[in-house]
C-alpha cells in the first residue's frame, strides 16, 4: 500500500490548513489574501490598505516587494506574525492560480502527435 498522495491532494492540503487553523491574521484577511485583491469577493476591503498593496505585489511580482513595504504595514500597526502570515498565504494563492490555469491550458491544448 502506497503512503504517496497525488500532488492535487497534497495541495489541496496545504491550502486548507492555511486557511482552516487558528493564525494571527483574521480568516477574512487569509482569505482575501489567498484569492489576491483583483480576484477578491470584496475587492480587498478584508485586508488594511498597507498590506492590500502587499498583497498585490506578491501575486503580480514578488520580486518587486521591500523592505520599505514591509516597514509601512508594520508601521500601520499590522503585527509581524499577521503580516508574515498574509505573505505566505499570497504566495500559496498565486502559486495555486498559476497551477489553475496552467492545468486549464494543458486540458485544453489539442493532443500532440
Known amino acids: 500500500m502506497s503512503t504517496q498522495k497525488s500532488p492535487d491532494a497534497l495541495w489541496s492540503r496545504l491550502k486548507a490548513s492555511l486557511l482552516s487553523s487558528q493564525a494571527e491574521a483574521p480568516l ?31 501575486h503580480r ?4 516587494l521591500t523592505d520599505e513595504d ?3 504595514a508594520l508601521a500601520a500597526g499590522v503585527s509581524q506574525e ?20 496552467g492545468q486549464a491550458a494543458v486540458g485544453a491544448a489539442p493532443a500532440q502527435e
Open 28 to 58: 477574512a484577511q487569509r482569505e482575501a489574501a489567498f484569492a489576491g485583491p483583483r480576484h477578491g469577493a470584496d475587492g480587498g476591503q478584508a485586508l488594511p490598505p498597507h498590506v492590500v498593496a502587499i498583497v498585490d505585489k506578491v
Open 61 to 64: 511580482h514578488a520580486y518587486k
Open 70 to 72: 514591509v516597514q509601512a
Open 82 to 101: 499577521a503580516l508574515f502570515e498574509l505573505i505566505v498565504i499570497a504566495a500559496v494563492g498565486a502559486a495555486t492560480q498559476r497551477l489553475e490555469a
